[in-house]
């Protein structure tokens, strides 16, 4: 499955608009370049349905959030909508700020959503207004442990029965589910919360799979949340003593970039729910 997902993206090379946040924009690109993708980077409300329309899939990242982008996000959504192309939403630091939080929602009223990715924070103050968000990281509170995942699991799959989006709750363990199964993915490093953008690139990479998996939103977010993880454990294994968190990333991608379909069905960790 995770194969397959992978070989479709890498020979269908679909084109994909992100609206992003300008801390990681450049990592971004980078990495759905490094999948096999084309990224468009693209935020003015005068172009950005045009750019949608010539896009497959469209990626929403609210880090970086302005009033100008707002209504960017907006119409970009509603002509992706129309178009039938896939959104995924990263509502980075929702719950932190009137403005994010406020944003979030709009955008989750007014656009259908075909995957919604965050940590569990996010995702809480998405579902319930509830939730607390210290910055962009998830709280230690609301962190998903193996005690505590069969709950975040029903959680998960109700938050997307109510939305009709896949949910992706990445943290120590992934959390990528709909309304019926939950895929719980064990792949990743510790290291990689030592990087900013390491959910921002998820994000866009989710938004690459599930373009070029039409039909199968779940299935390919899983294979991109697999891929991810599967990579921060490879980079890390070429870290020497004197590299530390600027050639991780650059390693993190690298490793995207080199991974074969193969290489990520046998490298993936998950079970079903």
Not at 15 to 29: G, P, Q, R
Not at 73 to 95: E, F, I, R, T
Not at 211 to 240: D, F, K, S, W, Y
Request: proline share 3%; glycine share 8%; with cysteine.
């Amino acid at each position: 499955m995770l194969k397959t997902a992978f070989e479709n993206l890498r020979s269908r090379c679909p084109l994909i608009h992100n609206i992003t946040n300008y801390v990681t924009v450049n990592d971004c690109a980078n990495m759905v370049l490094a999948c096999g993708a084309s990224p468009i980077m693209a935020d003015d409300a005068a172009e950005v349905e045009e750019i949608t329309a010539i896009c497959g899939g469209l990626n929403i990242n609210i880090g970086t959030l302005n009033s100008r982008t707002v209504t960017s996000m907006l119409l970009a959504g509603k002509k992706a909508n129309q178009l039938g192309h896939p959104v995924v939403l990263d509502p980075v630091g929702a719950g932190a700020s009137q403005l994010r939080t406020n944003t979030a929602f709009r955008l989750l009223r007014e656009v259908q959503f075909t995957v919604i990715r965050g940590n569990i924070s996010e995702i809480k103050t998405l579902a319930s207004g509830a939730g607390t968000t210290k910055g962009v990281d998830a709280d230690v509170a609301d962190k998903v442990t193996e005690e505590n995942l069969d709950s975040a699991v029903a959680f998960a799959k109700a938050f997307a029965a109510r939305t009709g989006a896949v949910v992706a709750i990445t943290g120590a363990i992934d959390i990528v589910a709909d309304a019926q199964k939950a895929y719980c993915i064990r792949n990743g490093n510790a290291m990689m919360s030592s990087i900013t953008g390491t959910g921002c690139q998820l994000s866009a990479l989710t938004a690459a799979f599930v373009t070029a998996n039409p039909g199968q939103p779940l299935e390919a977010a899983a294979a991109a949340v697999c891929a991810m993880g599967l990579a921060g454990e490879i980079a890390h294994r070429r870290l020497t003593p004197q590299d530390g968190n600027a050639t991780y990333r650059n390693y993190i991608i690298d490793a995207i970039y080199n991974m074969t379909p193969e290489q990520l069905e046998k490298g993936a960790n998950y079970e079903v729910r």
